[in-house]
């Protein structure tokens, strides 16, 4: 642990107000060690995994925390808060914040490291000596475990001695087996681990968890699974191999739960396992969409959100697809022209020193690369309600969408009835010889029949008129219609900068680009420019009225001149974060206004991401850095024109005197 955590990466006495100013006055005691190589993307990065899930835990403990390739070392910095800070925990503010710094690729052995101290921090006494200690090389060195432990042996000894006792009376322990796991795999899924074990030992129950983290996956022996009562699920990603828990009672919850309540849950599945209730899991072999982070599984969460979840699972795996091919079909247009989508097969007609020959054999490759695009979406979708059983038949679908011209919407509708398909065939008791072959054979097999059937026969029809009539409806935007469509599109994309909206109207462009037209490349190319507004409003601001901003908001808005540039929205979060009700509004309207002159302009776009870099493939390129630029000029004037009035009312009130340097006054609008 000693490369870890070292006395300058202590801090006894924060000041810091707020979770993002606390993460930066820690983050740059990792730029001083130098352990951080880049201050502003790191935090950037840390900003990114909060907004996935608050990182507050019960017992006044705050853990930001990620992955990230500014970070050379494993690195663990600790600050102690008088006053507390508010990380999103249920109970209140924390006092004991750990930031936790991992690179990209960082080695099992220091993840083993951190997953030791994550699980520590479930002990009441470590986190008293924490609070109680007063000389940062002596905390440095109790985290790193160099102080007396006490010696959780002997008493874990007598629970073995009192369980194999009760077992030779005849009175077994209440087993449960549980897997745990959060997204970044660091911290809360050791914690998860520690507490249910915990309170299992206070329970006098048998508890035997399975971390799913970053610091290794070792599956839990078939024999202690087989031996257990109930299972539990405390998890955020994705249960690896769930077919091994078939057949016993299931608690399913978020990985917070798994920290905060677990004696609740181990309740809940002894009350499970006494009415008998057996859990309905996947008969497949691999993965599938879990946890949605907020206390309960994905597979109780709301209809709507599972839905959207399915949704984006699909579109996540298109996306690659859609960038190279775009990009492909895009430069072959800049070389060769757009009449070159209809030249030769280059298998039958290449010349190594023609123009003409390379832009046609740029065309075919991205043509082929997008001929997968929608049976790529239908498969993945079903993959994300299904497991791999899905695949097949989510392929399958896919592919006959394009057959009868059903397109992307043929696409979700062929992945999402691929999935509703298997998960009832999976419903269905088999006998155990016939275990073995349903997800490699019997499921496959059935569901791409069924499917495909429905999809020939009964739907693909009245799909692809519907699909038809959306074409046509964007094919024929123009004037006011055109937009309305942009205005929304930038509204949405600003709103929550990375949120949900945002993403739902970044999937609708992309999903227009599985079947190119004129509409569906206009709607990318404005989704993609309200995209730069905000962080580009905000390195702007920044840059001409100083004053009403902080010095940390000030090194924000230099970075957010590359993240805006490079179409990355959530570089104005931490913007948005400490003063929300003024510059979201601002940055909504200036992507209203730049989504609108992009529709109104007749920009296109074929490419899914890129910024400024793509600009050579877009078509009407003046006019489109013209509608970023007025989008981002309007978002600047009104969140100055804001900040002023908030700064002149204190001001007028006599509290004059506070300075644009004054790293204080971070304000978060109420």
């Known amino acids: 642990m000693s490369e870890l955590i070292t006395a300058e990466l202590v801090d006894l006495d924060l000041s810091a107000t707020t979770k993002d100013a606390a993460a930066r006055s820690l983050a740059e005691r990792m730029v001083a060690a130098h352990r951080v190589t880049d201050l502003d993307g790191f935090l950037a990065d840390v900003a990114a995994r909060e907004a996935q899930m608050p990182t507050g835990l019960d017992g006044g403990i705050g853990i930001p925390h990620c992955r990230s390739e500014h970070v050379n070392a494993p690195t663990l910095a600790f600050g102690r808060s008088a006053a507390g800070i508010d990380f999103g925990a249920a109970d209140g503010p924390a006092d004991l914040i ?6 990209a690729g960082a080695d099992d052995d220091h993840l083993t490291i951190l997953s030791g101290l994550a699980r520590r921090l479930m002990d009441p006494e470590f986190t008293a000596a924490l609070r109680a200690g007063s000389d940062p090389a002596a905390v440095a060195a109790l985290i ?6 006490e010696e959780p042996a002997p008493e874990e000894e007598a629970d073995d001695t009192e369980s194999e006792t009760a077992e030779a009376a005849g009175s077994a322990p209440f087993r449960i087996v549980a897997v745990t796991s959060c997204p970044t795999g660091i911290a809360h899924t050791y914690m998860a681990a520690e507490s249910l074990a915990a309170a299992g030992r206070a329970e006098g129950v048998e ?9 290794g996956f070792k599956k839990l022996d078939a024999g202690v699974i087989a031996a257990a009562d109930a299972v539990i699920w405390a998890h955020d990603v994705e249960v690896r191999e769930k077919a091994r828990f078939r057949g016993k009672p299931l608690v399913d919850v978020g ?3 798994g920290i905060n309540r677990p004696a609740e849950l181990i309740a809940e599945a002894r009350r499970k396992a006494e009415r008998g209730e057996i859990a309905a899991v996947s008969e497949a072999d691999g993965d599938k969409g879990s946890g949605d982070g907020d206390g309960s599984g994905a597979d109780h969460a709301h209809f709507g959100v599972r839905l959207r979840t399915y949704l984006m699972s699909g579109v996540s795996y298109m996306v690659p697809f859609v960038a190279a091919g775009g990009l492909l079909i895009a430069l072959s247009f800049a070389i ?7 030249a030769k097969s280059v298998a039958d007609h290449f010349v190594w020193g023609e123009a003409d020959s390379w832009a046609a054999l740029l065309n075919q490759i991205g043509s082929a690369a997008f001929a997968f695009l929608v049976p790529v979406l239908a498969g993945y979708i079903a993959y994300g309600m299904a497991d791999r059983p899905a695949l097949v038949p989510g392929f399958v679908g896919g592919s006959i969408a394009l057959t009868v011209n059903a397109g992307f919407l043929g696409g979700l509708v062929a992945g999402l009835l691929a999935g509703a398909v298997v998960m009832a065939i999976q419903r269905v008791p088999v006998h155990a010889t016939l275990r073995g072959i349903m997800p490699v054979l019997v499921i496959p097999l059935i569901a791409s029949a069924v499917v495909g059937f429905l999809m020939f026969i009964v739907v693909g029809k009245p799909i692809a008129s519907l699909q038809n009539a959306l074409t046509d409806w964007l094919n024929g935007l123009s004037g006011s219609n055109a937009v309305i469509l942009g205005v929304v599109l930038g509204l949405m994309m600003c709103f929550d900068m990375g949120g949900p909206l945002n993403k739902v109207a970044y999937a609708f462009a992309v999903g227009g680009l599985a079947d ?6 206009k709607v990318m190319a404005a989704v993609m420019a309200a995209g730069m507004v905000p962080p580009l409003a905000m390195a702007l601001a920044t840059t001409v009225r100083k004053k009403l901003f902080t010095k940390t908001e000030r ?4 970075a957010a001149w590359v993240l805006g540039a490079s179409f990355i929205t959530e570089g104005a979060i931490p913007f948005a974060a400490a003063d929300p009700l003024r510059v979201i509004p601002s940055v909504m309207a200036g992507g209203a206004v730049t989504g609108a002159l992009s529709m109104a302009f007749g ?3 074929r490419a899914p991401h890129g910024g400024v870099f793509v600009v050579p493939l877009i078509g009407e390129p003046f006019l489109y850095l013209l509608a970023i630029a007025a989008g981002t000029l309007v978002a600047t004037a009104l969140v100055v024109l804001l900040k002023g009035a908030r700064r002149a009312a204190p001001d007028a009130a006599g509290e004059a005197g506070a300075t644009g340097s004054d790293d204080s006054r971070v304000t978060v609008a109420a």
Do not use: C, H, M, W
């Open 98 to 103: 750990f930031l936790i710094a991992a690179p």
């Open 144 to 149: 790193r475990g160099e102080e007396p432990a």
């Open 207 to 215: 508890v035997t968890v399975e971390t799913q983290g970053s610091a």
């Open 255 to 257: 990985v917070k739960a």
């Open 336 to 342: 060769g022209g757009y009449e070159i989508a209809s």
């Open 516 to 521: 190119p037209t004129d509409g569906s490349l």
């Open 555 to 558: 090194e924000n808005g230099r």
């Open 603 to 605: 920009a296109t776009l």
